[in-house]
């Protein structure tokens, strides 16, 4: 098989990136909410991103420096041969050495691999790629959960003056990306990523879910993705600091949950941080299940 590289070219690869992991989602924790990390700002630059196909112009690789998460995104066909995964890791290598010094680049990358993918991580450990779960107080470990739709949702009402519904289109989304950074604390977000999201062909209106306070401000959020497949993912979920003991981060996940599940979701899954921590508990407590651990992967760069 010859296999060979080439440049990112827009619109026509993106599809080509997010069909390749949705279609095969095993081995990866980012399959049904694709179209949200890879409408980042970090894509506006062809050089984070890297693309390899086969003779036939099928694509067989993916990877992504993904400057806002702080991790390494990839995803490989699984007909590509154990040669193009060393070849795809060199690559980010190369391409987070070179970014270092800039203003893009970070002293450190991430890469977030289900526990069970045993020929990945030895890959990434022979790659100098180290793992975070039990480096004293920063260690660091993630859980992959599922839920069945199935499954029934409780009934979690607003609060008294407080309305649960969509996103109003463009015209809200600066509302969102205010929210969005005072929940995370961060400015990753932007006005473009957010408006991109909603341009996606697999965005669905309806499981974009936000919940307006009494003065009009929005409070809280929670995204719903769905594949073709029937496969769900919640991402993100959120609620601002103040809102918090009117457990509006529960009452919009609960919406989510519905709505899915009323689209036809086979599966629902999330990505999240693990026991010690407060989404976890949420999740649990709305039936979610661990499916498997996920190992978190650091690489330093001087």
Not at 30 to 59: F, M, T
Not at 217 to 235: D, K, M
Request: charged share 25%; aromatic share 12%.
């Amino acid at each position: 098989m010859s296999i060979k590289m080439h440049p990112f070219v827009g619109e026509t690869d993106l599809n080509a990136m997010t069909a390749l992991g949705q279609n095969y989602p095993e081995g990866w924790i980012h399959s049904a909410d694709l179209p949200y990390r890879l409408s980042s700002w970090a894509l506006d630059d062809p050089a984070k991103i890297g693309l390899w196909e086969d003779d036939q112009g099928a694509l067989l690789a993916w990877a992504v420096l993904n400057t806002p998460f702080w991790t390494m995104d990839y995803k490989l066909h699984p007909a590509a041969p154990p040669e193009l995964y060393r070849e795809v890791l060199g690559w980010l290598n190369g391409r987070a050495t070179a970014l270092a010094q800039t203003p893009d680049g970070h002293e450190c990358w991430f890469v977030m691999m289900p526990a069970r993918e045993s020929f990945a991580r030895q890959e990434l450990e022979a790659a100098g790629f180290a793992s975070q779960a039990d480096v004293g107080e920063d260690s660091w470990c993630k859980v992959f959960m599922a839920r069945n739709p199935a499954l029934p949702v409780g009934a979690y009402p607003a609060p008294k003056g407080f309305t649960v519904r969509p996103l109003k289109g463009e015209g809200e989304v600066a509302a969102y990306v205010e929210m969005h950074r005072a929940v995370f604390e961060s400015k990753n977000m932007t006005i473009e990523w957010r408006a991109r999201t909603l341009k996606r062909p697999e965005y669905r209106p309806d499981l974009d879910i936000v919940i307006e306070a009494p003065d009009g401000r929005l409070a809280a959020f929670c995204i719903g993705w769905l594949t073709p497949g029937g496969s769900g993912q919640v991402e993100p979920l959120g609620c601002l600091a103040e809102f918090r003991r009117a457990a509006l981060g529960r009452v919009a996940l609960a919406e989510v949950l519905r709505r899915l599940a009323a689209a036809g979701a086979t599966t629902i899954c999330v990505e999240t941080d693990t026991y010690r921590n407060t989404a976890f508990g949420l999740y649990k407590f709305m039936d979610f299940e661990v499916v498997d651990d996920v190992i978190v992967y650091r690489k330093d760069y001087e």
